[in-house]
């Protein structure tokens, strides 16, 4: 049986950026290597929106009573 990759957390995936940018500031860096990390950057940022976007559309679906409703994606 294949073993499914998990998903990282917004957390892990914000550390993840930060690392990126720390490597991206190194004057060392060569200028294709930077338009890389950049790249995975902006790939690391669509993945935090869309954990965003879907904590904030469960958030939209608390109904009158205080309960959350099911969300469909």
């Known amino acids: 049986m294949a073993k499914t990759k998990k998903e ?4 892990e995936t914000f550390q993840e950026l930060e690392t990126i940018i ?10 294709e290597d930077s338009f890389s990390l950049y790249e ?8 935090c929106n ?3 976007d879907h ?3 469960k958030m939209l679906l608390l109904n009158k009573q205080g309960e959350l409703e099911a969300f469909d994606e």
């Open 40 to 47: 995975q950057g902006i790939q690391k940022l669509k993945l």
């Open 22 to 31: 720390e490597k991206m500031q190194d004057r060392a860096v060569t200028l």
């Open 50 to 52: 869309e954990k965003i």
């Open 8 to 11: 990282p957390s917004l957390e």
């Open 55 to 57: 904590v904030e559309k």
